[in-house]
Nanobody, 119 residues
Framework: QVQLVESGGGLVQPGGSLRLSCAAS????????MSWYRHAPGKERDVVAT????????NYADSVKGRFTISRDNAKNTVYLQMNSLKPEDTAVYSC????????????WGQGTQVTVSS
């Protein structure tokens, strides 16, 4: 049974930090590209960051460059999103997603974790 389980969300003040984790099971994690998406109320779901299956190459949305860092530990089947200098506009449900190398379609989604940035 495939599972992607996010954790680490919560309420944080502007300028603060959070670290999200996504634990994967049920598939060969090291052969999947992993991404973090976010969905804010009234907006479309957007990709935040993506990391290659191996090697650590990553891409970021312009809105989070320099503030967020995606990483993964293939030995632990886990992908992370370190979020620093958080802004109110970062408030959203954050979900991790997995797709096979060489394919565009997302194969698996997590259930999401709420991140709220507010004073």
């Amino acid at each position: 049974q495939v599972q992607l389980v996010e954790s680490g969300g919560g309420l944080v003040q502007p300028g603060g930090s959070l670290r999200l984790s996504c634990a994967a099971s049920g598939f060969t994690f090291s052969t999947y590209v992993m991404s973090w998406y976010r969905h804010a109320p009234g907006k479309e779901r957007d990709v935040v960051a993506t990391i290659a299956s191996v090697g650590g190459s990553a891409n970021y949305a312009d809105s989070v460059k320099g503030r967020f860092t995606i990483s993964r530990d293939n030995a632990k089947n886990t992908v992370y999103l370190q979020m620093n200098s958080l802004k109110p506009e970062d408030t959203a449900v954050y979900s991790c997603a997995a797709r096979r190398v060489g394919f565009r379609k997302i194969d698996y989604w997590g259930q999401g974790t709420q991140v709220t940035v507010s004073s």
